[in-house]
């Protein structure tokens, strides 16, 4: 059964103040391993879950979608973003593009933020979570402490935490925390079972990643960045199981708008009650009944983004054979065309240059150079220098259009005109 533990807190004499100086007894909380807890999910929040996962397979489906491929790296960009944001730490969408690019292409480009570096590396981690951890046969302890190591590469304490941690109240002591986690001589099992249930299907797909995401951020087993890595292991569950192929789901911006909600069902998911009893279940699907919410708005949202990207890729097309028409141009241009191509892939990459277009649709310097210097003549693209003189073209519109995504995330109707953003949220752009 879970339980709260007494423990004891001596006086810290090298704390600032003197209530900071205080010690005493405290509670750590100990919930109930999730491999011998029998849950029961109740009937109502079964259909819903399974509502809910058709809609998630279907986004791959639905008009103007070019496969999860193309959807999921700009909603893991966007969720990388937003599980920053939760950490405080922020950069826009575009600052991120450009420090990702940078890597890849290994070129320096100025003014370039330092927060749009640590955001870039954010994606690098969560591709990580959606990519060799939903391969391995069985993940284990270590392959989630190698996710922490990735989100939080320079932190001094690496590895399973060996003091006692806690949430809100004071800095220096747990004696007024909103929430002491278990005390760390029992992380460790309890990361064992986290790992072994992770590892299997014993529940649909939602309901377990609503599961580890709740037990993981109870347990608290790292000195830091615990909430990075908890909202990662959401996507680690639902690329494991099938339901999708990379990080698809925003739901670290629904968590973040409903953060009260979120709280209070973490809480609400730290019961004490008898292991398998009707307060016990009740505890658990009142936490999985906001969970599973949270996830339906974000398979919405993620349908509307795919829908507006639609509607941007027509209109490109629209403004491209106009721009043709007015330079007297009035045959279109064949299917296979470098520029007809390159078009339907500016959603996906956004940032280009002519050795990435090369590459990407193999053609020649001369060839891939005509292609984006016709859209940027066509102001479908947008030149910006970079190091040593060399050109780069961003599909401004589509960084537009997930800031729109966000801010529109950021309001707790799902639209800023029926409701101003609660919580940070990036500027409304402006050109």
Request: net charge neutral; glycine share 4%; no cysteine.
């Given at each position: 059964m879970a339980e709260l533990v007494e423990r004891h807190r001596e006086i810290d004499w090298g704390a600032p103040r003197r209530r900071d100086q205080r010690g005493g007894?405290?509670?750590?909380?100990?919930?109930?391993?999730?491999?011998?807890?029998?849950?029961?999910?109740?009937?109502?929040?079964?259909?819903?879950?399974?509502?809910?996962?058709?809609?998630?397979?279907?986004?791959?489906?639905?008009?103007?979608?070019?496969?999860?491929?193309?959807?999921?790296?700009?909603?893991?960009?966007?969720?990388?973003?937003?599980?920053?944001?939760?950490?405080?730490?922020?950069?826009?969408?575009?600052?991120?593009?450009?420090?990702?690019w940078a890597v890849v292409e290994d070129v320096r480009i100025a003014g370039l933020t330092e927060n749009g570096r640590l955001v870039?590396?954010?994606i690098v981690a969560l591709r990580q979570a959606s990519g060799a951890l939903s391969a391995v046969e069985e993940v284990s302890v270590d392959d989630i402490c190698g996710l922490h190591h990735a989100l939080l590469p320079n932190h001094r304490e690496q590895g399973l935490r060996t003091m006692q941690n806690w949430i809100g109240g004071s800095d220096w002591h747990p004696l007024d925390a909103d929430f002491v986690p278990p005390p760390p001589e029992l992380v460790g099992?309890?990361?064992?079972?986290?790992?072994?249930?992770?590892?299997?299907?014993?529940?649909?797909?939602?309901?377990?990643?609503?599961?580890?995401?709740?037990?993981?951020?109870?347990?608290?087993?790292?000195?830091d960045g615990n909430g990075r890595v908890g909202r990662a292991l959401i996507h680690t569950v639902l690329t494991r199981r099938g339901l999708t192929r990379g990080a698809v789901l925003p739901i670290s911006l629904v968590l973040l708008t409903r953060s009260q909600e979120y709280v209070d069902g973490l809480m609400t998911f730290r019961h004490r009650a008898p292991v398998g009893s009707p307060e016990a279940l009740a505890a658990v699907n009142g936490w999985l009944e906001m969970f599973l919410a949270a996830a339906g708005a974000a398979v919405e949202q993620a349908a509307t983004f795919v829908a507006d990207l639609e509607e941007l890729r027509t209109d490109w097309q629209q403004r491209y054979a106009a721009f043709r028409t007015g330079r007297g141009h009035l045959r279109p241009p064949r299917a296979d065309?470098?520029?007809?191509?390159?078009?339907?892939?500016?959603?996906?990459?956004?940032?280009?240059?002519?050795?990435?277009?090369?590459?990407?649709?193999?053609?020649?310097?001369?060839?891939?150079?005509?292609?984006?210097?016709?859209?940027?003549?066509?102001?479908?693209?947008?030149?910006?220098?970079?190091?040593?003189?060399?050109?780069?073209?961003?599909?401004?519109?589509?960084?537009?259009?997930?800031?729109?995504?966000?801010?529109?995330?950021?309001?707790?109707?799902?639209?800023?005109?029926?409701?101003?953003?609660r919580r940070?949220?990036?500027?409304?752009p402006q050109h």
């Open positions: 007894r405290y509670s750590a909380y100990v919930p109930d391993p999730l491999m011998t807890q029998p849950i029961v999910v109740d009937a109502a929040l079964a259909r819903l879950a399974a509502r809910v996962e058709v809609q998630v397979r279907g986004l791959g489906d639905a008009p103007g979608s070019t496969g999860l491929e193309s959807l999921s790296r700009f909603l893991l960009r966007s969720e990388a973003i937003a599980s920053s944001r939760i950490e405080g730490l922020q950069a826009s969408a575009q600052q991120v593009a450009l420090a990702e870039a590396n954010n099992r309890l990361m064992d079972d986290l790992a072994t249930y992770l590892s299997g299907a014993v529940h649909a797909p939602l309901i377990q990643a609503a599961l580890v995401h709740a037990q993981f951020e109870t347990i608290h087993p790292f000195a065309a470098a520029v007809m191509r390159l078009m339907p892939l500016l959603s996906e990459v956004p940032v280009t240059t002519v050795q990435s277009v090369r590459r990407l649709l193999d053609i020649s310097d001369p060839a891939a150079r005509a292609a984006l210097e016709d859209l940027a003549d066509a102001g479908i693209l947008r030149r910006k220098s970079i190091d040593r003189g060399a050109t780069a073209y961003l599909a401004r519109e589509v960084f537009d259009l997930l800031t729109l995504t966000e801010r529109r995330m950021a309001s707790t109707r799902w639209n800023t005109r029926d409701s101003a953003p940070p949220a990036p500027a409304r």
